[in-house]
């Protein structure tokens, strides 16, 4: 099992930016398909964005143009920026790497307000 550890959240602004980092123990990270989800209290996890090994990306239609997933082997770490955030962007953001069976970390709060 791989352990994740978020970090980055805070309270901004609407229509400001956030960067999100996600940092991997063990040495398969390299290998794995990461992915970014986010929860609101009372909700189900959602889906947010996904990168592979191999660099490809993808992203929840809600954040398509304003999200970018980017990952660096070498540190181990998974990065969300997220740009032109709204408030219904608030929620907790955790990283994982899907079918991996690895455990949910504590994850970071985001806020969007005034």
């Known amino acids: 099992q791989v352990q994740f550890v978020e970090s980055g959240g805070g309270l901004v602004q609407p229509g400001g930016s956030l960067r999100l980092s996600c940092a991997a123990s063990?040495?398969?990270?390299?290998?794995?398909?990461m992915g970014w989800y986010r929860q609101v209290p009372g909700n189900q996890r959602e889906f947010v964005a996904r990168?592979?090994?191999?660099?490809?990306?993808n992203y929840a239609d809600f954040v398509k143009g304003r999200f970018t997933i980017s990952r660096d082997n070498a540190k181990n770490t998974v990065y969300l920026q997220m740009n032109s955030l709204k408030p219904e962007d608030t929620a907790v953001y955790y990283c994982?790497?899907?079918?991996?069976?690895?455990?949910w970390g504590q994850g970071t709060q985001v806020t969007v307000s005034l």
């Open positions: 994982n790497a899907p079918m991996s069976g690895s455990p």
């Open positions: 063990g040495n398969i990270f390299r290998v794995l398909n």
């Open positions: 990168i592979t090994a191999g660099g490809s990306t």
